[in-house]
Nanobody
């Protein structure tokens, strides 16, 4: 099993920045890609960003490209999501996810085996 714990969410004004962290524990060697997803009230969970185990490959949803940056520190078992130029439409619960080694798409929620409890991000306009 792998446990994921997110932190760093909060209330921020539009145009501001936040950095989310996700710390993994347990059988972390059994995972490769890590991702961030978000879910706003009444909406489906949406892909935000993902990163390969080595960090060489990163992927972003269209709505966050150029504003968000995903990174990871494997020595600390931590994945980060740096969010800048935040907009009110970024308001959501943000979830960290880990995928067991596979060829499943990093863009799909169904590809991930482990999920964190989520952290709330609220952007005020």
């Amino acid at each position: 099993q792998v446990q994921l714990v997110e932190s760093g969410g909060g209330l921020v004004q539009a145009g501001g920045s936040l950095r989310l962290s996700c710390v993994a524990s347990g059988r972390t060697f059994s995972t490769d890609a890590m991702g961030w997803f978000r879910q706003a009230p009444g909406k489906e969970r949406e892909f935000v960003a993902a990163i390969s185990w080595s960090g060489e490959r990163t992927y972003y949803g269209d709505s966050v490209k150029g504003r968000f940056t995903i990174s990871r520190d494997n020595a600390k078992n931590t994945v980060y999501l740096q969010m800048t130029s935040l907009k009110s439409e970024d308001t959501a619960i943000y979830y960290c996810a880990a995928r067991s080694p596979s060829r499943r798409s990093v863009y799909s929620t169904g590809s991930y085996d482990y999920w964190g409890q989520g952290t709330q991000v609220t952007v005020s306009s």
